[in-house]
């Protein structure tokens, strides 16, 4: 059974550019959650996705949205994108964690902010 | 809203030796519990979570740990540990679902010869 794939693994953007990340959720786990790795702030959580609605979300700035699409595929996209949005952004994908069901994380898509 | 203490950034410990990697939480609810390994330049692995039930909980590679709701603590413990457990390993907790986990700020335990 293939893993949590997330693409790119990296990426290099510029200040005040915008990116997307994608995340493809091992098959048949319809809830995808997104996290922020940094050094300073450790891994915090972004949002989470079930069956294309937000169901839950922490505290990051507005620049920070994602969607769900029919496929349980996600996308999470910054805009105006700042240098302390470097980091690693890790997906993990879950049957439902709101029954219990652990995360299973994908191996992150670096983004560097130049 | 809970919180999550890993109290030691650095563990090292010689190859075959026991090891335990220390988790407080705080939490004013039930919890869920999960440890999970990052291995550099990947993701997370689940090692082993507590839902509910027996309070130790055995995962892989031969680790296990043990939930004590009056210490509030879920340390992680290892009785030999190898080279290739070097990593960085998280305490989780997650509370009313598992969905929104906050994560502790990791152990980095250094296995030598």
């Known amino acids: 059974k293939a893993g949590v794939t997330q693409t790119p693994r990296y990426l290099i953007k510029t200040r005040g550019q915008q990116v997307t990340l994608s995340c493809s959720p091992i098959s048949g786990h319809r809830s995808v959650s997104w996290y922020q790795q940094t050094p300073g702030q450790g891994l915090q959580f972004l949002f989470e996705?079930?069956?294309?609605?937000?169901?839950n979300k922490g505290n990051f700035p507005g620049r920070f949205s994602g969607r769900q699409f029919s496929n349980s595929r996600s996308e999470m996209n910054v805009s105006t994108l700042e240098l302390g949005d470097s980091a690693l952004y890790l997906c993990?994908?879950?049957?439902?964690?709101?029954?219990?069901?652990?995360?299973?994380f994908g191996d992150g898509t670096r983004l560097s902010i130049l | 809203a809970q919180s999550v203490t890993q109290l030691d950034s650095q563990v090292p410990v010689f190859e075959e030796a026991p090891v335990e990697l220390r988790c407080n939480y705080s939490?004013?609810?039930?919890?869920?519990l999960f440890w999970y390994v990052q291995y550099p330049n990947q993701g997370l692995q689940l090692l082993l979570k507590?839902?509910?039930?027996?309070?130790l909980v055995k995962g892989i590679n031969g680790f296990e740990a043990e939930f004590n709701k009056s210490q509030t603590s879920f340390h992680l413990r290892k009785p030999s540990v190898h080279i290739s457990d070097t990593a960085e390993y998280f305490c989780?907790?997650?509370?009313?679902?598992?969905?929104?986990?906050?994560f502790g700020t990791g152990t980095r335990l250094q296995v030598t010869l």
């Open positions: 989780a907790v997650g509370t009313g679902t598992a969905s929104k986990l906050t």
């Open positions: 996705y079930f069956s294309e609605t937000q169901r």
């Open positions: 939490s004013s609810v039930s919890v869920y």
């Open positions: 507590y839902l509910s039930g027996s309070t």
């Open positions: 993990a994908s879950s049957l439902d964690p709101a029954l219990n069901q652990p995360q299973h």
